[in-house]
């Protein structure tokens, strides 16, 4: 089966409590984990980026609600496409905010290194993953050593 992905970018809105973030982590991890969804969501000095990879029709269906979601606003379309293979595999959605440490990320550096690490390997094989890398890169405000 081809493999649907897609990125954007799109601010927060300043009213979103870290609870509120949480919640919202919470049920997207368990509404991409029954709907094999997988993906990245970064939110940085309240920008998100989010890159998520599925079955068509399952990445079109939530993208229109993302769309709508009043708890951020501007959403901006970077990349979609089908692609061959997934980038994230396992990761149904995982993220960092710095007001909540989770388990997988203490620190901003460490997700920050862990992604980097991750995406200069084999794992930026398409369109959609290259858009995501180069907006994290440019949302980190890293200068881009080897480009991909
Ligand atoms: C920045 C942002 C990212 C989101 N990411 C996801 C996601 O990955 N998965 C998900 O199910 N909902 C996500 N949502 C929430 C959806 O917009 C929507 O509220 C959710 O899918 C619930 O839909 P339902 O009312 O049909 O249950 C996100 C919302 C925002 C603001």
Known sequence: MKIYSLVYESKMKGSL????????????????????????????????????????SKIKSL?????????????????EGFIEKRSFDD???????????????????ELKKY?????????VTNKVTKAFYYKIMEIFGIQDQNPI
């Open 17 to 56: 409590s870290s609870i509120e973030f949480q919640q919202l982590m919470h049920s997207s991890y368990i509404n991409n984990y029954i709907s094999d969804i997988t993906g990245v969501l970064i939110l940085h000095k309240n920008k998100f980026v989010q890159i998520i990879e599925g079955e068509y």
């Open 63 to 79: 993208f229109s609600k993302i769309e709508v979601d009043d708890r951020h606003y501007a959403v901006k379309l970077l990349a």
């Open 91 to 109: 990761w149904f959605m995982a993220y960092y905010n710095p007001s909540i440490r989770n388990k997988t990320f203490t620190t901003e550096n």
């Open 115 to 123: 992604l980097l690490d991750f995406l200069s390997k084999d794992n």
